[in-house]
Each structure stands twice: as structure tokens, then as C-alpha cells.
């Protein structure tokens, strides 16, 4: 590898303060200059025996050069994500098992793939055949992994992914766009860094900055009563909602089956929920508007005092209503065959149920009494 003079220069002249990068080490001491990989090292190098020896290590500089050159943003949520999705060390590497440079650039030939909620993301060399250190990045559903790219709906604008992922694979709207949901059958192919960041933005909005501030432990988490406190307007009343209905909303909407974030906030910061947070590879830091909204409907729900009502069923009817709520809470009433009358949630079960039990559109209940009398 012929080293550009620029890039000498930048190398020279960091090595004047001691330089290190992803294995490379270089150093300018009175008696010349040294450089160290885990596999080769010289000292007391003249400037020209210096250069000899950086073109001889040039995977540590062709992968120096793409993350100093072509990826900007030191420091940056980017920058991270990009090196977390080539298995690169960073400064905070958490248990992620990270590559040296030569695994990096035996696996970057091939592809690296890290599954980032449902996308899957696979970092590549642009040339396989003569590396010179600059990456591309595809990006696709999980569950097209093993999908020929000729069967997919192909895609190079990152904002593309906005469409992609507002309705789901039945042409519902999304509301939540960490739902898991999303619909495959896409590809984005040849992405540079910054456009795969911005792609998995439009997916996954803040997931990649909330992710970056949680390793670098600035994550900074707003818990329901104090989210609660500061609405306003028609949300003002979800702050009476009582701390067990916290738990139960916490339930339907936050846990790994219906939102792909892990949440982080609590009751309080002192008062943690029950409810198992998830395990999201992105933290959730407050509860969204998709929550706020639920709570409000819930608050206003929660305010009703309990009663007792009297109603007839037998055993199977009762059976019959918790198979039914069980199957729309967990999204199964589509799968529910027509003819599969065993089911309680099918739909002649269900029919069957109004015909007899309801009287004018509503359960034949009768109020008896309320809690206490
Ligand atoms: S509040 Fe709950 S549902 Fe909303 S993004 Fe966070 S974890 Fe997901």
C-alpha cells in the first residue's frame, strides 16, 4: 500500500504526541520514530524507514484512514454506532466482544451483521478484492436475512425508510414506530456511515443517541410521576393514575412484545416498576406519547368506583370471554380460523356468545351492589 503524503504527514505529526489507533501504536522518541501493532513493531525508525513501515502494516492504516478520513463526528452517536456495527472496540465496549483490526477486515470481506431491533445491518467492505479501508453498509428486515436481494423491494434514500415503516405488513398505521411491526420485503444497499445512521433514524427515531448516551452513561431518564407532572392541557389528568395502574399500563404497552426499546423509567427514581423493562439493545428514557395518551384514557377509566354485576354464563362461556380477551390483547384474532370452532375467539364462538348473552346490544348483567354496601 502506497501511503498518501497527506496521510504521512497527518501520521508523522500525531506521533509527535504519541499516537494510538485500534492496535496502532506510534511514537517519535530522541532516537526516531516507533511503531507498534500487536504483530510487527520498530524503533529508532528514520522518517523514510517510518514510512516504509507504515505501508507494510496497511490494514491499520487503511483502517485508521477510513475512521479519521471518511468517518467524521469524534465522539459522536454516528461514529459509535458505526464501529459498534463492525465489532470495532470502543471506549465504552460494554460485553459487545469487539475484533482487531486483521478478524475486522477477514470478517468485513464477508460481511459483519448485527441485528439492531428488526433491522439487520451488515457491514462490508466497498472493494473486496483490494480493501482500501472504506466500508458500505446494508440494511434490511431481520427476516429477510436469507432473502435473495432480487426478490426485495431495493432502496438507496435513507428517507425512504419513513414510508417504509409507517404502516405494517396488514396496512396499518404505526403509531409506535419501536412496535414490533415492521414490515420486510425491502433493502437498502451500498450505504456510506452517515446515510445508514440517518436510515436507522427514520426507523428507529433517537434509538441510536439514546443507546450512545446510555454507554457513555449520560443517559438521562424522565420516570412516570415526574413525565406525569409536567403534562398539560387534556394530559393533565394521567398524573392520577394510580401507581398499580402504572404497573398494568407498563404491561400492555412497554414490554418486549409490544415495543422493541428496554425501558429504563420507572415509577420514580426510588420506586421501581415490577414489570420486567425488556431486552431492548435501546433504552426507552420516558414514556412516549403513545403511553400519555393510553394513560389519559385510563386515567379517566380508573376514576369509575368498581360495582359487582350479576350475569349468567356457564363455565365454557366464562372460559370463552377470557380465550377472547386474551386473543385481541396478543394480536392472535387474525389467526384464528373460521372454521375452528374450538377456539373461544372464533368469530361464530363470538357471535354465537352476543346471540345469547346479550340483551339490546349489551351483556345481560345486572348491577347488585358496590364494594362495600
Ligand atoms: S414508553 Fe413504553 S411503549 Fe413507549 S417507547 Fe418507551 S418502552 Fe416503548
New binding site residues.
Partial sequence: MELRDHEFERLRAASEDGFEFDGLKLERTPDGYVLETPVESGTELTETEFRTALEAVDEYVTNWRYWQEAVDGDGTAGRAFLRWCERAPTEADGSDASLPVPGRYEALRDGIDRTWGQLRVTARFLDVDEPDGERVYDLWHVDDADTPLSELEVYDQPREARDISTYDEDGQYRP?K??PTLRSGWAFTGLSGTELVDAVDFFYPATVANWHREREGALDVDHWTETAERQTGIYDVIDELPREAVEWM?EA??VDS??????E?QYEERDQLDVD??D?KFP????????IAAARKWAILESESEKTYELELTTSELNQLEELIDAVAEGRVDDVREADVNEGANRYRARYLRAKRFEDGSLDAVESSEPGQ
Fill in positions: 409506535l419501536t412496535a407498563a404497552c412497554c409490544q415495543c422493541l426499546r428496554r425501558r423509567w423493562g425488556g431492548g426507552c428514557r420516558e414514556p412516549c406519547s403513545l403511553v
